[in-house]
């Protein structure tokens, strides 16, 4: 039998499609005629009215247009800039809380089923309210200075005069409604001891951004250490979440006096403080890191614990010169630690391997390279520290396979 001839889709055309699931993204999977369509601003079982922004050879984009048939998952979306020609940033709104929940869990197991070739079941564990939570802000001013964000798939700037997911702290509606140059790319964070800083940078060239307003070191406090955080430091977004992952990565990691526990994309030591009473000062926590502001203030960080080395580089490098370690801890970029590192990882034979990730689909590849390599997944565990969003993030440990 032929096979069944796909049709030609053209942006801008409109047709009526049923929603089948959610895909890896934020987008929902449509199927017209053969061809395949990620839409946003769907839910699945629905049927919708939608209209082409883009067509490929294996896959097209679309937005929904109308909602012929909704879901009674369906709901009002609290912000207004939160629609098709809105805010390309919370892409979850227009869903209720428990499902975007189930949602954020059938990623993860269509990624391990997909990727891992593992079948998993993880629940998406909520963290508080959807609004409200957000203590890092990256704005962007238009060329007329108002201060919004970019249009999803466009370079276009959305003026915005309040940002709902952002903290009190942040005071979002307060810097809207402020002038600013245009062109920007506006920086805003709030530390937990009641700081607040602003930088800018030109979103055209190579400059580097300049602290406007604020101290250019923030000060949070989390499980009773406080750590310093300069303006060009990474910090997690969500302002639960560095109590939350700490707490987990102590769990999952339960070091032992006298261990010595690698901190892999370290930062400016979020988990090194949470490990470093546990390995006592006859333990040792080596942590590498990238950056160099983080390196620069996780050596303030610790400088009254000589029993933690810090090293700035590239992880994949300088993991080579290591010749053991008891735990392992790693926080990777989006894209993930990737075979190399893995690989390292496994020649250390740690005991234990605590992996904390903010891509499903990143962890697991690397969760497959562990499995060659001859560990086991012993827990997952995933957080909604993303709301409104299609974003998850989760903490998985891994330790050798037993033989039997």
């Not at 959807?130 to 964000?149: A, E, K, P, V």
């Amino acid at each position: 039998m032929a096979p069944t001839k796909k049709t030609t889709l053209a942006v801008g055309e409109s047709v009526d499609v049923e929603i089948e699931k959610v895909a890896h993204g934020g987008h929902f999977i449509a199927r017209f005629e053969g061809a395949v369509i990620f839409v946003r601003h769907a839910i699945p079982g629905e049927k919708c009215r939608i209209e082409i922004t883009s067509v490929g050879s294996s896959f097209n984009r679309a937005d929904v247009v109308e909602v012929l048939e909704s879901s009674s998952d369906r709901v009002s979306a609290p912000c207004q800039y939160s629609n098709r020609t809105g805010c390309g940033g919370c892409d979850f709104q227009h869903i209720s809380k428990q499902r975007q929940l189930h949602l954020k869990a059938d990623v993860i197991t269509e990624q391990f089923s997909r990727i891992a070739k593992m079948d998993i079941q993880v629940e998406v564990e909520s963290v508080g309210e959807s609004l409200g939570w957000r203590s890092r802000i990256t704005s962007t001013t238009d060329r007329n200075g108002q201060l919004g964000f970019i249009g999803a798939r466009s370079h276009k700037i959305i003026p915005v005069s309040n940002c709902l997911v952002a903290t009190q702290e942040v005071g979002f509606q307060e810097l809207g409604a402020r002038k600013w140059k245009g062109d920007m790319r506006v920086e805003i964070a709030a530390s937990n001891t009641g700081e607040r800083s602003i930088s800018l940078v030109a979103t055209r060239g190579e400059t580097k951004s300049r602290l406007s307003e604020g101290p250019a070191v923030l000060h949070e406090e989390v499980l009773g250490k406080t750590l310093q955080v300069s303006s060009e430091s990474f910090w997690q977004g969500h302002k639960s979440a560095p109590t939350i992952l700490s707490t987990v990565v102590q769990e999952f990691a339960e070091v032992s006096p006298g261990d010595h526990v690698l901190d892999l994309y370290g930062g400016v030591g979020l988990f090194t403080a949470a490990l470093v009473d546990a390995v006592q000062e006859s333990g040792v926590i080596t942590l590498i890191e990238g950056s160099k502001s983080a390196t620069g203030d996780a050596t303030k960080n610790f400088i009254n614990n000589p029993n933690v080395k810090i090293i700035t580089g590239d992880v994949a490098k300088h993991l080579p010169r290591i010749n053991s370690a008891h735990v392992v801890v790693l926080d990777p970029p989006r894209d993930g630690a990737g075979k190399l590192v893995v690989n390292e990882i496994a020649r250390l034979s740690p005991g234990k391997v605590v992996y904390v990730a903010c891509d499903p689909a990143a962890l697991a590849r690397d969760t497959r390279y562990f499995l060659d390599l001859g560990f086991s997944l012993i827990k997952l565990r995933a957080f909604d520290l993303f709301p409104m969003t299609h974003h998850i993030e989760c903490v998985a440990l891994f330790e050798p396979a037993k033989v039997s």
